[in-house]
Each structure stands twice: as C-alpha cells, then as structure tokens.
C-alpha cells in the first residue's frame, strides 16, 4: 500500500493525529461543562466508566489505558473516594494492591453521569448517520490494529 502522508506535503493541520487530538480535547472540555453538575471532571468520569464496566479494577489498570501518572491517578482517586463514588479495598492475593469500585453511592448515581456522557457524545457525532458511526469505529479500530 502506497504511503497515505508524504513529507514534502504534510499539512499538519488536516492531518489524522491533529483532527483526532483536537476533536479528543473538544469531548473533554464539554465533557467537563456536562459533568460540572456531578462534580466530576472528564478524566474522573473515565476512571467511573472504566470501573463500571469491568474494563479495570486497579490504579494501575488505569493508568495504564489512560497512560496517566501513578501519582496523578492516586490524587485523582482520592477526590472520587473524597467524593463518594469509589472505594479502595484490600487484594486479597497482593496486600500491596487495592481493588476500585464504586460505592453504593456511585453505582446510583452512574446511569445520571453516564445519561450526561452520552448526551454529549450524541450532540458532537450529530448529522452523521449510524452506519457512518459505525465505520468510522471501525476505521479506528483497524487503525489500533496496524500500530
């Protein structure tokens, strides 16, 4: 396959990793405008949605899909804890390793926070139809897929 991108030519500013970068720091800045109501932020929206859905169960799980700091997870799990949302209990098999989940308070309040989520995902992916959705998801699967 001939080479999408050419150095002599490349236009930054129409390429895939700018538009991508820029529609990603769009969805977190309304997401934080959305999530002011829960007094949650973007990123601590990410950590409940994550939990919720099985996809981790550690900080490290965490920072390991959001590439993030251990030590800036930590602080941002503490506000969730501070916050009633989750909960930090002992590993049974690793007493160096605490298991998240949400709190009785945080799976009530997750369909609220999750409604809000998807709201705005749905107002920013307006006038395209599902099967555009549905190829432009798979495009940046098969895109994960080449790297």
């Not at 909960?87 to 799976?107: C, N, S, V, Y």
């Amino acid at each position: 396959m001939a080479a999408v991108y050419d150095p002599k030519n490349y236009d930054v500013q129409q390429s895939i990793p700018y538009l991508m970068g820029r529609v990603r720091m769009s969805l977190h800045d309304t997401l934080d405008k959305e999530l002011a109501q829960f007094d949650l932020t973007a990123a601590q929206y990410l950590v409940l949605l994550f939990l919720a859905n099985g996809m981790a169960s550690t900080a490290s799980n965490i920072c390991d899909i959001l590439r993030q700091d251990p030590g800036a997870m930590t602080r941002m799990l503490d506000r969730l804890e501070s916050k009633g949302f989750v909960r930090r209990t002992p590993d049974p098999d690793d007493r160096r390793t605490a298991r998240l989940e949400l709190t009785p308070e945080g799976k009530a309040a997750y369909p609220k926070i999750l409604a809000a989520g998807v709201g705005v995902l749905n107002r920013i992916l307006r006038g395209f139809s599902k099967g555009e959705i549905r190829q432009m998801e798979d495009f940046l699967k098969r895109m994960l897929a080449n790297v």
